[in-house]
């Protein structure tokens, strides 16, 4: 008698457990096999996707490289060149770059030719910008340096300063593209003057 009630009481048992058994979804088991080693869950895509997003504000070197820009100096002008520096993120959203920048600008017109007459400007000089924003950086843009000017083959030294917006977006985690509008203040000698409505398209590396 008493080796039939321990044989009920073991069935007994076995069935609750295997009832248990039986309510675990296929979704716990999924997420016990994903649990790490030291007991904690492993990051879901949402987490990756977020810092995808905020990759704007990841203190980081960055590359910039303009292969197209126009503007207008009374004739047409094309603008190519480089910038370089350093991403830096601020309270909240905030971003700012400090950097620098070598550029190379050609105007077009008729008198432009023979190539000896063409009007050249040779700039380079230390860049800012502050905005804000995750997978998409909005700002406002100041540059400021030394310029030469090459008009019809003779030399002249000046200065320039720039003032405008932009925005950048994120391709991938490192690459960006951008595009900028704003003006160029350009001085020269004792009453040289002029200003240069400009716009421009780059893209650039975060590394």
């Known amino acids: 008698m008493h080796a039939l009630w321990s044989s009920l009481q073991m069935q007994l048992i076995v069935a609750t457990i ?97 190539e000896d007459r063409r009007t050249q400007l040779l700039r380079f000089g230390p860049e800012l910008r502050i905005g804000g924003g995750r997978r998409l950086f909005v700002y406002g843009h100041a540059r400021l340096g030394l310029e030469l000017l090459i008009l019809d083959g003779r030399p002249e030294a000046g200065v320039m300063a720039t003032l405008g917006g932009g925005l950048q977006g994120l391709l991938t985690k490192r690459l960006l593209i951008g595009t900028e509008i704003g003006a160029d203040v350009l001085f020269f000698g004792v009453n040289g003057f002029g200003l240069i409505p400009r716009l421009r398209v780059f893209t650039g590396f975060k590394f």
């Open 18 to 114: 295997a009832g248990s058994l039986a309510c675990v979804s296929p979704h716990m088991l999924a997420a016990a096999a994903t649990t790490t080693a030291t007991g904690s869950p492993s990051p879901s895509r949402e987490t990756s996707d977020s810092e995808t997003e905020s990759a704007f504000r990841i203190r980081s070197p960055y590359l910039h490289i303009a292969p197209v820009g126009i503007g207008s100096l009374g004739d047409p002008a094309v603008f190519w060149g480089l910038g370089a520096g350093i991403m830096l993120p601020r309270r909240r959203r905030g971003v700012l770059t400090i950097g620098g920048f070598a550029e190379y600008v050609l105007v077009l017109s008729a008198r432009n030719f023979p």
